[in-house]
């Protein structure tokens, strides 16, 4: 398995709490994803980043916000936590092998975030 | 309508079947067509990638790809009950960091 833990593995909050999901890779890779996945509606994007300070948004990204400081951590916030951000997150990494090739995204275990 | 589609599912077969899982897409620009398997609770992981019109097999797993006719499609041979999970296929354009696009997936549940 690639080196790619995500924190907590489970959790229940109450709505309008703030929560902070936590991404932690050992590859160096460069780039780094938080999608999240439901029911009808797969795997979407909400942000990336493409290096230590540097992220922009995906498809989903309204109520979510991130933060790269170290290359081996990406953080998601959720402000303040709404029913309909219950969700399973999954982080992901790769690195650019360059022109031509597959970008292979690794992803984590996943996350399971319920807002009651 | 959504950039890629997949067959909805779920999917239930028999041990010894075989499956054919299959997605269209819209955007002609795109350039690598991947299949992900994603067994329960776990994260998604990459089962197989062509970057070009035809086949690719890997022991029991055949990947296809038509592009005239915005087409993939997996082929599972002799299914087996280990290939129960969710199957889903993703697609990018060619360049670095080009964001994947993905399915949404369908749930494959072999009986032995």
């Known amino acids: 398995d690639a080196g790619i833990t995500q924190s907590p593995r489970h959790k229940v909050t109450e709505t309008g709490t703030p929560v902070t999901l936590r991404c932690h890779q050992t590859?160096?890779?460069?780039?780094m994803y938080w999608y999240r996945q439901d029911p009808g509606h797969g795997l979407r994007l909400i942000h990336y980043?493409?290096?230590?300070?540097?992220?922009d948004k995906g498809e989903v990204s309204d109520g979510y916000s991130v933060s790269r400081s170290k290359t081996e951590d990406f953080l998601l916030t959720l402000e303040s936590a709404t029913s309909s951000q219950t969700s399973v997150y999954f982080c992901?990494?790769?690195?650019?092998?360059?022109?031509?090739?597959?970008?292979?995204?690794?992803f984590g275990p996943g996350t399971r975030l319920t807002v009651l | 309508q959504k950039e890629v589609e997949q067959d909805p599912g779920p999917l239930s077969v028999p041990e010894g079947a075989i499956v054919s899982l299959n997605c269209t897409y819209s955007?002609?620009?795109?350039?690598?067509f991947m299949w992900y398997r994603q067994y329960s609770r776990k994260g998604p992981e990459l089962l197989m990638y062509?970057?070009?019109?035809g086949n690719k097999e890997d022991g029991r797993f055949t990947a296809q790809v038509d592009k005239s006719s915005k087409y993939i499609s997996l082929f599972i041979r002799d299914s087996q009950p280990s290939d129960s999970a969710t199957y889903l296929c993703?697609?990018?354009?060619?360049?670095?960091?080009?964001?994947?696009?993905f399915g949404k997936g369908i749930t494959l549940s072999v009986r032995p």
């Open positions: 992901a990494i790769s690195e650019s092998q360059g022109q031509g090739a597959l970008d292979e995204q690794f």
């Open positions: 590859e160096n890779h460069r780039y």
């Open positions: 980043s493409y290096g230590v300070k540097d992220t």
């Open positions: 955007n002609s620009a795109f350039q690598y």
């Open positions: 062509t970057y070009s019109s």
């Open positions: 993703a697609m990018n354009l060619a360049g670095a960091n080009s964001k994947l696009t």
